[in-house]
């Protein structure tokens, strides 16, 4: 069964305080690696897609990367506004998506 | 461009009935999935249609189903509603190019079944 985790659940840090959200996931043939970022009441917004060990994505304050058994997204001097939670989610050959619970992520000015 | 859109964005429903959402996705994505959203679950794939056909399928009852039509709009139905069935419901529309695939979300329709 395919299985996607993410840590922490939730995460405080002060505003310019760089850390990595974790996403690890065992997965039987793994077609791409998502990241979103919802917001309270919204739909999951697309980040990033990745598809191969060693990949690297990248936006604004936002960093993508793919091993065989784990992303990160790593924030670089984050600012309140990136207080979101963040999804991670695999897409297997199959065709199915299974979603981790997500990062909660709260940057305090 | 137009995002996805989903109507309608809020329903509230009682035990037993039947309940009929739709989702248009962006212009030009012919690929559109839905998936329920619920603080205990968390988010979960329900089934993907591409050009009319429903190429996948998760692990829901078959109170739960969806179509998709010619112009790539869709629409998901849940019959015998059960008080579990509460939740955010999601569609989302991707775009498959150059190998690549982004997936956009829909703002999503909030079910509520008294």
């Known amino acids: 069964e395919d299985q996607v985790t993410q840590s922490p659940e939730a995460l405080r840090l002060q505003e310019g305080e760089s850390s990595s959200l974790n996403c690890s996931y065992t997965?039987?043939?793994?077609?791409?690696l998502f990241w979103y970022r919802q917001d309270p009441g919204k739909g999951p917004e697309f980040l990033f897609t990745?598809?191969?060990a060693g990949e690297e994505k990248e936006k604004e304050r936002l960093k993508a990367t793919l091993t065989k058994k784990e992303s990160f997204l790593h924030i670089t001097a984050p600012k309140p506004e990136d207080s979101a939670t963040y999804l991670c989610?695999?897409?297997?050959?199959?065709?199915?998506?299974?979603f981790g619970d997500g990062t909660t992520l709260t940057v305090k000015p | 461009k137009a995002g996805v859109t989903q109507t309608p964005r809020y329903l509230i429903k009682t035990r037993g009935q039947q309940v009929t959402l739709s989702c248009s996705p962006i212009?030009?994505?012919?690929?559109v999935s839905w998936y329920q959203q619920t603080p205990g679950q968390g988010l979960q794939f329900l089934f993907e249609?591409?050009?009319?056909?429903?190429?996948n399928k998760g692990n829901f009852p078959g109170r739960f189903s969806g179509r998709q039509f010619s112009n790539s709009r869709s629409e998901m139905n849940v019959s015998t509603l059960e008080l579990g069935d509460s939740a955010l419901y999601l569609c989302?529309?991707?775009?498959?190019?150059?190998?690549?695939?982004?997936?956009?979300f829909g703002p999503g329709t909030r079910l509520l079944v008294l």
């Open positions: 989302a529309s991707s775009l498959f190019a150059g190998g690549k695939e982004t997936q956009y």
């Open positions: 997965v039987s043939g793994l077609r791409g």
């Open positions: 990745l598809y191969s």
């Open positions: 989610a695999v897409n297997t050959n199959a065709g199915k998506s299974t």
């Open positions: 212009s030009g994505h012919r690929s």
């Open positions: 249609y591409f050009s009319e056909t429903q190429r």
